[in-house]
């Protein structure tokens, strides 16, 4: 099971990387110290925090020359990480 699916490149988050936060999509079933270790081991950082959050399923709807079409974003779980001061993730560096 993979626990880190993958990171969340925004502007939002992108904008809080100075501070030490980063963003990702984790597995649904991952604990925080799971989170953690897989990311301690992953980039070699020591993390300081990490919160977790899952955001709902949201029905979406759309017209179309065919008709309605209807259906559903599915959920995620999302990991906000803070790493000690100093430390920087580099997303593009396992690649």
């Known amino acids: 099971m993979s626990i880190i699916i993958k990171p969340i ?7 809080k990387n100075d501070k030490g936060f980063y963003g990702f999509i984790v597995s649904k079933k991952a604990n925080k ?10 980039y070699n950082v020591k993390v300081v925090s990490i919160n977790t959050l899952n955001t709902a399923v ?12 209807e259906g559903q974003k599915s ?11 100093g430390q920087v993730i580099d997303y593009y560096g396992n690649l």
């Open 9 to 15: 490149i925004t502007e939002k988050v992108a904008n």
């Open 58 to 69: 949201k029905n979406i709807s759309r017209f179309t020359k065919s008709g309605l079409l």
């Open 33 to 42: 110290t799971q989170i953690k270790q897989t990311i301690e081991k992953t």
């Open 75 to 85: 959920s995620i779980k999302k990991a906000i990480v803070k790493v000690a001061d």
